[in-house]
């Protein structure tokens, strides 16, 4: 079992940033891959970026070039830098652990709010 929890989220402006971070519990290297979901209501899950372990990334089309992932393995962290952030990423945000195992159900921290508003 991983436990996730996620800090970082609040309320900026258009055109501002915010750095979401998330903690393991456990080692980096006990899950295949880690990154964020966001979910606005009456909405799916959305995947937002993904690294897996080997620092492989991949992003959703609405936010490459303005999103970054990023991993500290010694620290056990996960990050997404969210720059030129718009009302559309208004939104909780969600970190993501997929485990090794396949077909294991995937970990899943709290949340956090993230509001852009001007």
């Known amino acids: 079992q991983v436990q996730l929890v996620e800090s970082g989220g609040g309320s900026v402006e258009p055109g501002g940033s915010l750095k979401l971070s998330c903690a393991l519990s456990r080692s980096i290297f006990t899950v295949y891959a880690t990154g964020w979901y966001r979910q606005t209501p009456g909405k799916q899950r959305e995947l937002v970026a993904r690294?897996?372990?080997?620092?492989?990334?991949n992003y959703a089309e609405s936010v490459k070039d303005r999103f970054t992932i990023s991993k500290d393995d010694a620290n056990n962290m996960v990050y997404l830098q969210m720059r030129a952030l718009q009302p559309e990423d208004t939104a909780v945000y969600y970190c993501?652990?997929?485990?090794?195992?396949?077909?294991?159900?995937?970990?899943w921290g709290q949340g956090t709010q993230v509001t852009v508003s001007s």
């Open positions: 993501n652990a997929v485990p090794l195992r396949a077909g294991s159900p995937d970990y």
């Open positions: 690294i897996t372990n080997s620092g492989v990334t």
